[in-house]
C-alpha cells in the first residue's frame, strides 16, 4: 500500500492545478472580451449626439422631427458631431443620410432657402452653358460660379463658395428663349446679395458654368 502512495499525491493534486489554470485561462479571456469590448458596453457613459431619426435625401431642411438625440461612447463618436438638435434644426444637409446616422458640421450648410426672407443672402436662378454640368449638382453643394470666356473677355470667377439650393427639371425652361433649350435646367444658387446681384446681370450677357467644391 505505502507504495502507491506518491500516485495518489498526484492524482489528488492533478485536480488542483487543473482548476487553477482554468480560472487563470478564464481571467485572461474576461480581460480580452473587455479590452476589445466597445465603450458603451463596458459602462463607459455615452455623449449626447445628434442623429438622423429617418433617412433624409440630400438638400433636406431639417426640422425637429428629422432629427433626435442619442448617446454614443466618445471612441465612436464621429469628430464634429453635433451635440444638440437645435443646432442643426434650420440648415441644409449636404448629402443623404441614413436612418441613426451621427450628423456632423461638415454634413450640414447654412444656406439661404429660396423664399426665406433672409436679408443678408438672395437666391439667383441661372442656366448652366453646359446641361451636363447641372445634372451633378445636388442641393446643398458648394461651387465657385464662373462666366464663360467670349470674344474679348477672358473667363472670370463671379462668385465662390455659392451653394445650390435647389435644381429645377430638366424640361423646365422656356421654350420662347431661343437659347434656353440647348442649356440645362434651371439653377438655384444662394449667394450673398451684393454678389448675387452681380451674377443675375452677368448672366444675361455671358454664358454661366460652375465648378464644383
Do not use: C, N, Y
Amino acid at each position: 500500500m505505502l507504495h502507491h502512495l506518491p500516485v495518489l499525491r498526484r492524482l489528488h493534486g492533478r485536480p488542483a492545478r487543473l482548476l487553477r489554470r482554468w480560472l487563470a485561462l478564464s481571467l485572461l479571456l474576461s480581460g480580452l472580451v473587455t479590452l476589445f469590448l466597445p465603450a458603451s458596453a463596458r459602462g463607459t457613459p455615452g455623449i449626447a449626439t445628434v442623429v438622423s431619426a429617418r433617412d433624409l435625401p440630400a438638400g433636406t431642411v431639417l426640422r425637429a422631427g428629422d432629427l433626435k438625440l442619442v448617446d454614443l461612447p466618445d471612441d465612436v463618436r464621429p469628430q464634429g458631431a453635433l451635440g444638440r438638435s437645435d443646432s442643426a434644426e434650420g440648415r441644409m444637409l449636404i448629402g443623404a443620410a441614413r436612418v441613426g446616422e451621427p450628423l456632423t458640421d461638415v454634413r450640414l450648410v447654412d444656406a439661404a432657402i429660396p423664399g426665406s426672407g433672409d436679408p443678408e443672402s438672395s437666391t439667383v436662378p441661372v442656366r448652366l452653358a453646359d446641361a451636363g454640368v447641372a445634372e451633378l449638382l445636388r442641393p446643398g453643394q458648394r461651387v465657385d460660379v464662373v462666366a464663360a470666356a467670349e470674344a474679348g473677355r477672358e473667363a472670370s470667377v463671379l462668385a465662390s463658395m455659392a451653394v445650390v439650393a435647389a435644381v429645377g427639371e430638366q424640361g423646365d425652361h422656356d421654350p420662347k428663349t431661343s437659347d434656353a433649350g440647348s442649356k440645362g435646367p434651371l439653377v438655384l444658387l444662394s449667394l450673398p446679395a451684393a454678389i448675387a446681384t452681380r451674377v443675375a446681370a452677368t448672366s444675361l450677357e455671358r454664358s454661366i458654368t460652375v465648378t464644383l467644391r
